[in-house]
């Protein structure tokens, strides 16, 4: 993912936001970072996600790139809600359609 792509979908927070806001506010738990907008705390999708930035900033890598590209992650998180393991937030970034029909 690039950094100005949406990591919490029920939010609208971009990885840049939640990059910056672990860096300047230095949580000292990965669950702080819901308090950057609310992140995490919709659907749950992007939590395995902001755990993992958390630590890897705690590992002192600022700049580690997600194998994982927007249009995927996306997909994913669709299927994910698709199969009821979360509800988006009011106001969310709609999944995308699902095209395999």
Do not use: T
Not at 31 to 52: D, R, T, V
């Amino acid at each position: 993912m690039q950094l100005d792509d949406p990591v919490c979908y029920c939010f609208h927070i971009s990885k840049r936001k939640v990059l910056n806001f672990i860096r300047i506010h230095e949580p000292k738990r990965a669950s702080q970072i819901s308090e950057c907008g609310g992140a995490g705390s919709g659907c749950g999708w992007c939590i395995p996600f902001l755990k993992k930035y958390f630590a890897m900033h705690a590992q002192g890598d600022l700049e580690f790139q997600d194998e994982i590209i927007a249009a995927d992650y996306a997909r994913q998180r669709g299927a994910y809600l698709s199969s009821g393991k979360g509800v988006a937030a009011e106001g969310a970034i709609a999944a995308p359609k699902d095209d395999s029909n």
